[in-house]
């Protein structure tokens, strides 16, 4: 196949130079002058990819980009200025030019790019077709999956919602327990009330109980005034408790007592509260080996347990996956009112392929993250190479395939410090603080930030995890 180059420069001599190199490629090049010459060559040819100079006579470069891309959406623009700076590679970017070049122009990079540019281009008009128009989206964030194991999901989902009863789902981190959550509750008799999330792993256990049940004046040091807790902020709606696995025991044996006797007591009082809410819950653990470890009560998880859904991880539903795809690229497009990039075949199919340890959520960013770099008009595997060339971290803890580099740097450190005069404790506390951060940083980075994972492979409490990031200050 042969592809049709636009150069547009207003030094003719540069346009003659890079003409003969692209032709004697096997490209067929058309020269423009200005641009006006430019906007007449893309409505009367079929270009594939336009070398852009930035200083036209006529015309800014950067705003000449919004005007061909009307008329030709999958067109390739390759920026060549020969004033390059840092600002105008990023305005450059955020107008989706394909790529940047700076004078005097290596004649090996500009063919390089210039191929890659072809390529996507073809790859873009082969598919086209079926990813030209953005199908509108839910604005209330609908779930998406035509498999077997999602179709018993929505089923339970329509049942319990036009029940009062308690729900629990159980599923990975990203699987959509909240996105479940907040179905149940909109299509329930109490859609109209509030609808109150508390991530119960993200709220320090000396505060978790005022943070549910409120406290009175006085309670504590910090207690100027009366304040009404998660409970009675959803009174006549419905609470969503994430990660409820994470409640100390204590605060379990209150949750309990609300389920019973449908009140609460704020810290501090003496006097009860009743309460009309309905209780979601949600965790990612294995609430039957917590309970046998003595972390999580019973009777807590009887109560809670009257409907269990359970959400099955990505990778056992890939089938989903191109249509999870096509929601998001289609929701990005929206929300930043800009045309839907398609994705290859190609890509769609590696995609299916990986391992998704993140599920939905990890997809989702994944997807953010290659839109967010693609300059083109089309998705390719290249866009997704931080997770696909990305080895996967072993969840089991004797199989941490911890970097080569790393161990070498730790080991040479522990023998300066087995050298030095310190005491037994003085030593276990360094040697335990140079192995944590990196480990720590590491087990973060393979979960993508996600810390209900990294505590899951840490065998750590995420409460504690918690407080060692913040010692260690990772963010």
Not at 226 to 232: A, L, S, T
Request: hydrophobic share 40%.
């Amino acid at each position: 196949m042969s592809y049709a180059i636009l150069i547009v420069d207003d030094d003719n001599s540069l346009r003659q130079v890079l003409s003969a190199a692209l032709n004697k490629a096997g490209y067929n090049t058309i020269k423009a002058r200005n641009g006006k010459e430019a906007i007449e060559c893309v409505r009367k040819n079929e270009i594939d990819v336009i070398l852009l100079d930035i200083f036209l006579g006529d015309v800014d470069g950067l705003d000449l980009i919004e005007s061909i891309q009307e008329i030709n959406p999958t067109v390739a623009i390759i920026i060549i200025t020969g004033h390059g700076t840092t600002q105008t590679a990023i305005e450059a970017a955020k107008r989706r030019a394909y790529g940047y070049l700076t004078k005097p122009v290596d004649r090996e990079e500009l063919l390089d790019l210039v191929d890659r540019a072809a390529s996507a281009v073809s790859i873009t008009k082969e598919e086209t077709d079926d990813t030209q128009e953005a199908e509108s989206i839910d604005s209330q964030g609908r779930m998406v999956g035509k498999s077997p194991a999602m179709q018993v999901v929505y089923q339970i989902i329509g049942r319990a919602a036009v029940s009062d009863e308690t729900v629990l789902i159980m599923g990975e981190s990203g699987t959509g327990k909240e996105l479940v959550a907040e179905l149940i509750h909109k299509n329930s008799p109490r859609t109209e009330n509030p609808f109150i999330v508390v991530d119960c792993s993200a709220i320090p256990p000396s505060l978790i109980e005022s943070t549910l049940f409120g406290h009175v004046k006085g309670a504590f040091t910090d207690a100027h005034a009366d304040r009404k807790g998660k409970f009675e902020q959803a009174d006549s709606g419905t609470i969503f408790l994430d990660e409820v696995g994470e409640l100390p025991i204590d605060v379990q044996m209150k949750l309990l007592r609300v389920l019973q006797e449908r009140e609460i007591e704020p810290v501090g009082s003496n006097d009860t509260r009743s309460v009309n809410v309905r209780i979601i819950a949600a965790t990612n653990q294995k609430l039957d080996t917590a309970i046998t470890e003595k972390t999580f009560r019973d009777d807590l998880y009887y109560r809670l347990n009257v409907v269990p859904i359970s959400l099955p991880p990505l990778r056992e539903r890939r089938e989903d996956i191109p249509d999870l795809i096509d929601l998001f690229t289609s929701r990005f497009a929206q929300e930043y009112q800009i045309p839907k990039i398609g994705i290859s075949s190609e890509t769609i199919d590696k995609l299916i392929e990986h391992e998704w340890h993140g599920n939905v959520r990890e997809l989702e960013n994944a997807i953010k993250r290659a839109l967010v770099m693609c300059s083109g008009q089309m998705l390719l595997p290249e866009h997704f190479s931080e997770i696909l060339d990305k080895p996967v971290l072993e969840t089991n803890l004797n199989n941490q395939n911890l970097d080569l580099q790393m161990i070498s740097l730790l080991q040479g450190q522990i023998a300066h410090l087995l050298e030095s005069n310190e005491d037994d404790g003085q030593l276990y506390a360094k040697i335990r603080a140079i192995f944590e951060k990196p480990l720590f940083e590491i087990v973060l980075e393979h979960t993508d930030g996600n810390r209900s994972k990294a505590s899951e492979i840490l065998g750590i409490n995420r409460n504690t995890l918690h407080t060692k990031l913040n010692e260690y200050d990772i963010k």
